[in-house]
Structure formats: structure tokens, C-alpha cells
């Protein structure tokens, strides 16, 4: 059994809550998923699991969080829309919660034209709102999209993702008013580089009453160059990563950038402890998992509230 409190008791309670990432391998390989998962255990209070991330073939979520719910561990399962359709979709929510998968990611998907099967059919039925919605009725309601009941709901937590940094700042609450109307219970958010910006946004977000009706991570990715910071900025769509940020890595000596942009992690945690509206923070060390427990210590999230 897991020792600690789930993700979504430990929001409802008040506790500044911290997830983390974990990509599934290019095989089906379970130790691989458990290995990674070790290294961020009792260092979280829940695991995201990617549903192919940047449209690459890889282990697939739902087995992956079974995976992680067999070795006591809270997963967060990311579903995104681009591979399923509506039938698929709620299958897989039926079958989620029956394993006992208590958290899901609802998103729309990068596109598979920057994957590793370009020529794959995007399906994309049903869109990330849509998405929200219909699990919010199947739980909620008992329903699924057309009205037929269901022998037992399922019981999820339901998340959202959110992109601060893109333009209109104003277009970019409405559409996170838009995915908490239609049943997000929690948000994890675009990597922040950008802090005032990120700031402005928590700000409007909070002024509509947005902060009271879901929970809001803020998401952060701990650099391991200047090469990654200039190619976030200029390669990544929708990242914003300012300058300066890009000019204190490079003012770094080479072998020593790994450790600036841990530093930088943990700046940016701290900043966001102090934000009202702020509930939590969920850290993408993409392929760096053994990067977790460094950055959430020296950001002075340990330990983690265990369950009662």
C-alpha cells in the first residue's frame, strides 16, 4: 500500500502539493517504468505518466500508471484526444478508475507531425474541453456522451493544462475559465522561465475567482545546458524563456550548467510558494528524474504529508 495521502487530499488539505513527470520507455519494458518511478518515490505526491509525449510510440499510459498503482505509488494518467475517439476516450476512463487510477490529465496532444510517425491520422473527435466535460459527466452524472447511464461511475480527479505565455494574455485565462467551467478540479501548467508573466497571469486568474475553484501547479523544467534553454525558446511553441534566463546559463562553465538550472528550479519553486492562487508545483525533468528529489529537498518541500 502507499504511505502517502492521495493528490487530491493533499490539495483539500491545504498542502503545497508537488508532482512530477515520468515518460514511459520506447518498449515494454515494466522494470524501466518502476525504475524511474523509484527515483522520485516519497519525493511526490503523485506521478504523471505521458501518453506518448511529442507524438513518439511509446509504453502506453494506462499501463504504465497500472504499473506504478501495483508498486504503491499515485499516478496521474495523461490522456490526450489526438490518438482516440470519443468511444475510446470513455472506455479508458471506465477502465482507468476500475484499476483503481485515481487522477487524469485531459490534453489535446502535440501533433503528430513533430513525432516519430508523422503520417499517423490525427483523430481529435472530441477536443481537451469536450474531454473535460465528458468525464466530468461520467463521474458526476453517471453518464456518458449521449445521455446512457452507467453501471458505476467512474472516480477521477480531473486535470487540465494551462499555457500562460501565449498571446493575448487575456485569451489565455478565458480558456483556462473555459476548462475549470467545464470540470477541471486541478491545472498543471507550461514550464515557467518567464516569472512576471507568470505572475500577471496567477494574478488575473485570481481576480475571477479562478484560484478558488481549482487547484493551480505551476509547472517547472530544470535546465541541463544553454544549448536546451535556446532551444526551448526558439524551438519549443509556446515556451517563453526570457534572456536573461538563457544568459545566466551561458555565463556558467559547461559542466557546471547542470547545477545552474537546478538552481534556477528552485528559485522559481520559491517564488511560487509565495503566490497566492498557487497550489502546488509539478516539475517535467524530462529524462532526468534523479533530478526530483535534489530540487524538491533543497526547495524545502520534504518530507511529504503522508496519509493518515
Not at 494506462?62 to 490526450?80: D, H, I, N, R, W
Not at 475567482?209 to 541541463?224: C, N, Q, S, W, Y
Not at 547545477?259 to 524530462?286: D, F, N, W, Y
Amino acid at each position: 500500500m502507499s504511505n502517502t495521502r492521495s493528490l487530491k487530499k493533499t490539495l483539500q488539505q491545504g498542502h503545497f502539493a508537488v508532482t512530477a513527470e515520468c515518460g514511459p520507455p520506447k518498449g515494454a519494458d515494466a522494470e524501466a517504468v518502476l525504475q524511474k518511478a523509484e527515483l522520485l518515490r516519497g519525493k511526490v505526491d503523485a506521478i504523471n505518466v505521458t501518453d506518448n509525449q511529442t507524438a513518439i510510440v511509446r509504453m502506453c499510459s494506462l499501463a504504465s500508471c497500472a504499473l506504478l498503482k501495483s508498486a504503491g505509488l499515485e499516478p496521474v494518467l495523461q490522456m490526450v484526444v489526438r490518438d482516440r475517439n470519443r468511444i475510446a476516450l470513455q472506455s479508458d476512463i471506465l477502465g482507468a478508475s476500475a484499476l483503481g487510477i485515481e487522477n487524469v490529465l485531459c490534453l489535446s496532444g502535440d501533433h503528430q507531425v513533430f513525432g516519430n510517425q508523422p503520417q499517423a491520422v490525427g483523430v481529435f473527435d472530441l477536443d481537451s474541453i469536450q474531454f473535460i466535460q465528458t468525464v466530468r459527466a461520467m463521474r458526476d452524472e453517471g453518464i456518458i456522451l449521449g445521455g446512457e447511464p452507467l453501471t458505476k461511475p467512474p472516480d477521477l480527479f480531473i486535470g487540465a493544462a494551462a499555457n500562460p505565455f501565449g498571446d493575448p494574455m487575456r485569451f489565455r485565462v478565458v480558456r483556462l475559465a473555459k476548462k475549470i467551467q467545464a470540470g477541471a478540479d486541478f491545472i498543471q501548467t507550461q514550464c515557467i522561465y518567464n516569472l512576471g508573466r507568470f505572475e500577471q497571469w496567477i494574478s488575473e486568474a485570481r481576480d475571477r475567482g479562478l484560484t478558488e475553484k481549482a487547484f493551480i501547479l505551476g509547472g517547472v523544467t530544470p535546465l541541463k545546458s544553454a544549448g536546451m534553454a535556446k532551444y526551448m525558446k526558439n524551438r519549443v511553441a509556446g515556451m517563453d524563456v526570457p534572456d536573461d534566463v538563457i544568459k545566466r546559463m551561458e555565463t556558467v562553465p559547461k559542466d557546471k550548467q547542470r547545477e545552474e538550472g537546478i538552481q534556477i528550479c528552485v528559485e522559481t519553486i520559491e517564488r511560487l510558494k509565495e503566490m497566492p492562487g498557487v497550489s502546488g508545483v509539478h516539475i517535467m525533468a524530462i529524462e532526468w528524474e534523479e533530478a526530483v528529489g535534489e530540487i524538491v529537498q533543497r526547495a524545502g518541500l520534504l518530507p511529504r504529508p503522508e496519509a493518515e
